[in-house]
C-alpha cells in the first residue's frame, strides 16, 4: 500500500543495487590492487637498500650485496622479475631490483623497480686523519 508523499516507484531497489554493487566491488578491487602494489613496492625499496647498503662497505662485494636483496624478496614474500643489478659509480653503490606486483585489477602495473644508492665507505686510519 502507497502512502501519501511517497515516491519508490516499482523495481527502484533493484536498479539501485544493480548499480551500486558493482561500483562497491570495484573500489573493494582498487584499493586491494593498491595495497598489494605498495607492498611490492615496499619490498623492492627494502631489498635495494639493503643491497647497496652491502654494497657500500670496504668490501665492495656486488656478489654479495645481489644475493642480498635475492634473499630480503624471498623472505618478505616477494617475487623477483629477473636478477638484482648491482654497480658502483663513482663514489656511490647503486641496486636495481624489480620485483613481480599480483594482478587483481586491471590496469594497474606488473611489477615495480626500485634502485637504491649509498655512498661507499672509505677507511682513513686516524693518522692521516
Do not use: C, W, Y
Not at 602494489?37 to 670496504?58: C, E, P, Q
Not at 662485494?61 to 638484482?84: D, F, K, R, W, Y
Not at 665507505?121 to 686516524?126: A, K
Amino acid at each position: 500500500m502507497k502512502k501519501f508523499g511517497d515516491t519508490v516507484e516499482r523495481g527502484e531497489t533493484i536498479i539501485s543495487v544493480v548499480i551500486a554493487v558493482p561500483v562497491v566491488l570495484s573500489m573493494l578491487l582498487i584499493s586491494v590492487q593498491a595495497t598489494l602494489f605498495l607492498h611490492s613496492a615496499h619490498i623492492a625499496a627494502l631489498a635495494s637498500t639493503k643491497g647497496a647498503s652491502l654494497a657500500a662497505n670496504s668490501d665492495q662485494n656486488l656478489g654479495s650485496a645481489i644475493n642480498s636483496a635475492t634473499i630480503t624478496v624471498a623472505e618478505m614474500g616477494g617475487q623477483l622479475v629477473g636478477s638484482p643489478s648491482a654497480s658502483i659509480l663513482g663514489q656511490f653503490a647503486m641496486v636495481t631490483v624489480q620485483v613481480a606486483v599480483p594482478n587483481i585489477a586491471p590496469f594497474f602495473p606488473d611489477s615495480v623497480i626500485r634502485t637504491a644508492e649509498e655512498p661507499l665507505e672509505v677507511f682513513v686510519p686516524e693518522d692521516e686523519r
